[in-house]
């Protein structure tokens, strides 16, 4: 089936230090997600990108997290300065234009901040 | 705001069993309901999904059901093998308009031979 992929899988960084997630979505995708998995924790959602914009985001996404699509290249989530509690799986899932509310998510990128 | 509860957190059944996860919602006006399975390590994989529209759904062994009443959303996995064992979602979308979808806590399903 459609596959996203996240790149890279295992991030480890110093607090305060600035870190870029990248995602490859589905190629005719229009609606790209991150969320956010904190150890033995339920996904939450962080953030919707769709037409360049930021359509809605939470509470999570907080002023240090940015995101963009350059050009149809990746998707990234961008935290900088990271701090501790940053440290999670994050998951990069887009959808169609058609489907909208089917998405399709990546392995993951498990990011750790020491 | 939406709050989705699922239950059991954890599920053991023998090969050739089913499995019932169940997950309940409290936002009447949810418009969307998913299953995922995440296996270890990966990421998820979207099993099923109906909306609001729909009371049952079967696909390869999987039925979902939709209690909108009691709004109440079931997954049962029919004749289980190894290969299911995983982490199972819940996930539904939140109030119309948005683009969230609120996540079920997750059920560790074990299914031994």
């Known amino acids: 089936g459609p596959k996203v992929l996240q790149i890279p899988s295992h991030q480890i960084i110093d607090m305060g230090q600035m870190v870029t997630l990248n995602c490859d979505p589905v190629s005719n995708h229009l609606y790209f997600y991150w969320y956010k998995q904190i150890l033995g924790q339920q996904m939450e959602f962080l953030v919707n990108f769709y037409n360049g914009k930021v359509m809605e985001k939470s509470k999570l996404f907080k002023d240090q997290f940015s995101v963009e699509r350059p050009d149809g290249s990746y998707f990234t989530l961008k935290i900088q300065p990271t701090a501790l509690e940053d440290s999670a799986v994050y998951f990069c899932?887009?959808?169609?234009?058609?489907?909208?509310?089917?998405?399709?998510f990546g392995h993951g990128t498990k990011l750790s901040v020491l | 705001g939406e709050q989705v509860e699922q239950r059991p957190p954890h599920l053991s059944v023998r090969e050739g069993d089913s499995a019932i996860i169940i997950c309940t919602y409290t936002?009447?006006?949810?418009?969307?309901f998913s299953w995922y399975k995440q296996e270890a390590g990966a990421g998820l994989q979207l099993l099923m999904s109906?909306?609001?529209?729909?009371d049952r759904k079967e696909e390869q062994g999987l039925t979902v059901l939709l209690n909108k009443k009691d709004k109440r959303l079931s997954l049962n996995l029919t004749a289980a093998h190894p290969g299911d064992s995983a982490v199972y979602f819940c996930?539904?979308?939140?109030?119309?308009?948005?683009?969230?979808?609120?996540f079920g806590s997750g059920t560790q399903l074990t299914v031994m031979p």
């Open positions: 936002d009447s006006a949810t418009a969307y």
């Open positions: 996930a539904v979308s939140a109030s119309s308009g948005s683009w969230q979808l609120i």
């Open positions: 899932a887009s959808s169609s234009e058609v489907s909208n509310e089917r998405l399709f």
């Open positions: 109906v909306l609001s529209n729909v």
